[in-house]
């Protein structure tokens, strides 16, 4: 009888949860366009530094490329899960009114937060991101598919808070399926001609997706000549490697392929294609089997879902005070007093442009245009996770935070080239301390924290 009860017990239970209305899912139209909080420049002329981050935009406009089909249009990845949980400390307090914020997604493109803690209430004021269920009830769940071998595609990582939209990509629209068979091929030593490296061997999980070495050595044995850059919200950037000598993440990820890992495309893609889960993961995400074109798209489509963000700093611009330490905000403002959110601008903490800095003696950005201007000029640095990132610069020759941030504050290493914005400035090691404490809140919630199982 007992037992009889429970029964019914469950079977109540199971019946509540198929007619409860269901947490949204696949809304990308609120979800997609979770823009960052409406940001009030505030104080823009209070910094000494010189112009705002967003003043100094139009200085790189001349170095974008029209073949970038990815930057026309603010728009939102097209499915993904919501995720209401999946922020471990949940929804600051900004959100609690929230609104839809379609509307406002392109204004909100512009205003970027000035490291002015006064004000963080304002923005935090400000802030519409989207929590609630939908009004109407769901559609009952589909019956389960059975689908044995095929474990479902991880699903999309929402763009954690703090990072706009991510920007789409025509030519290879972003899908869970793609971006799981991307996770796992940036892990699969089978991508090299030799066995013997994967993406991963020089992008670390642990140190932010770099190497932790000066420079690295690639499949074959050359050395490379510059230090493995993070590979966190690389889905923002609109031209990779040092010097931005590429335009996409597809064409970056096949240079990887063959120059990192040595790889003869057409013939790895074949070897994959004998990987019978392989094959039915390509099938899946691209409707035939692996191609020397899909495996950059597949990678390129991971890159997109690795995002990092909702970091300390994020939290307390979205109007929690409490998630800097005293010493942090201290390093937040003199982060703007200095210049260096100029070009570490929020809240990609990078301007996406080219800078010579003195560091080294590579040409640089001049490889890419041969333009004697951008001679020594390197891609701005993201700073997000930075403190995971060492060693530091294009060549790895600092090892640790604190001297970057002495060397970026004491205004570079003179040199002909030296970019305009950056000034000699004394500073004491109180605010060096107070600069790191800030860098370090900039440690985010990265959406692919771990390797996967391989086929
Ligand atoms: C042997 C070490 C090594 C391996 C293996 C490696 N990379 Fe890298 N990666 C680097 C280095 C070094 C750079 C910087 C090169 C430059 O800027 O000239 C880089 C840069 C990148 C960038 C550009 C990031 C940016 O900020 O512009 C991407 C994307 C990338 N790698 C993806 C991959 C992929 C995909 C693979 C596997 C197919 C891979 N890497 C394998 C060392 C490596
Ligand atoms: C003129 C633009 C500009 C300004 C201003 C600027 N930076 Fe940078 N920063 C760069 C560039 C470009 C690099 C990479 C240079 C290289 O590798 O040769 C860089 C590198 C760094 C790095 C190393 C990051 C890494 O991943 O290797 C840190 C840390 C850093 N900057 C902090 C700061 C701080 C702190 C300030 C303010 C005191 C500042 N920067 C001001 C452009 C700038």
């Known amino acids: 009888m007992r037992r009889l009860l429970a029964l019914a017990a469950v079977v109540l239970t199971l019946h509540a949860c ?10 990308d139209a609120r979800l997609g366009t979770e823009a960052p909080a409406s940001l009030e420049v505030v104080d823009a002329g209070a910094s000494p530094a010189g112009p705002s981050p967003a003043a100094i935009q139009p200085r790189d406009a001349g170095f974008a490329t029209d073949d970038d089909e990815e930057e026309e249009r603010p728009a939102t990845l097209p499915s993904r899960a919501v995720d209401a949980g999946s922020t471990p400390s949940g929804p600051p307090p900004a959100d609690a009114g929230s609104t839809p914020i379609s509307k406002d997604a392109g204004t909100n493109a512009e205003a970027l937060p000035t490291p002015d803690a006064g004000s963080a209430g304002r923005m935090a004021a400000a802030a519409t991101v989207d929590a609630g269920p939908p009004p109407e009830a769901e559609p009952p769940p589909a019956p389960p598919k059975p689908k044995p071998e095929l474990a479902d595609a991880l699903p999309l990582p929402p763009v954690p808070k703090g990072l706009p939209p991510l920007p789409p990509s025509q030519a290879n629209p972003l899908t869970a399926e793609k971006a799981d068979l991307g996770h796992k091929l940036f892990f699969d030593k089978r991508l090299s001609k030799d066995g013997s490296q994967a993406c991963a061997t020089c992008h670390h999980t642990d140190k932010a997706y770099t190497s932790g070495r000066a420079v690295d050595p ?8 510059r230090n493995a850059p993070s590979m966190l919200n690389l889905g923002f950037h609109r031209e990779f490697y040092w010097d931005g000598r590429m335009p996409s993440l597809e064409a970056v990820s096949l240079a990887a392929w063959k120059g990192q890992l040595g790889a003869d495309p057409a013939a790895i893609a074949k070897m994959l294609g004998d990987v019978p889960l392989y094959r039915k993961l390509f099938q899946r995400a691209f409707g035939e089997g692996p191609t020397e074109q899909n495996v950059p798209k597949a990678l390129a489509s991971f890159f997109r879902a690795l995002t990092s963000g909702n970091s300390p700093w994020d939290k307390f611009i979205a109007g929690d005070a409490k998630a800097l330490s005293a010493q942090a905000q201290a390093g937040w ?14 809240p990609h903490f990078t301007d996406f442009g080219y800078h010579n800095v003195g560091v080294g003696d590579d040409p640089g950005r001049k490889d890419a245009t041969k333009d004697e201007l951008d001679t020594g000029k390197f891609k701005t640095p993201s700073l997000r996770n930075v403190a995971l990132t060492a060693p530091y610069f294009h060549d790895g020759s600092v090892t640790n935070l604190t001297e970057a941030i002495k060397l970026m504050a004491q205004g570079g290493v003179p040199n002909p080239h030296l970019d305009g914005l950056l000034k000699k400035q004394t500073v004491v090691s109180k605010d060096l301390s107070a600069l790191k404490a800030f860098l370090e809140a900039l440690n985010g919630d990265v959406s692919y924290p771990d390797a996967p199982e391989l086929p």
């Open 18 to 27: 198929r007619t409860a209305p269901q947490p949204v899912s696949d809304d």
């Open 333 to 346: 403002r003199l982060f703007g007093k200095l210049g260096c959110a100029q070009c570490h601008t929020p």
């Open 218 to 225: 690639k499949v074959g044995g050359a050395q490379n000549k």
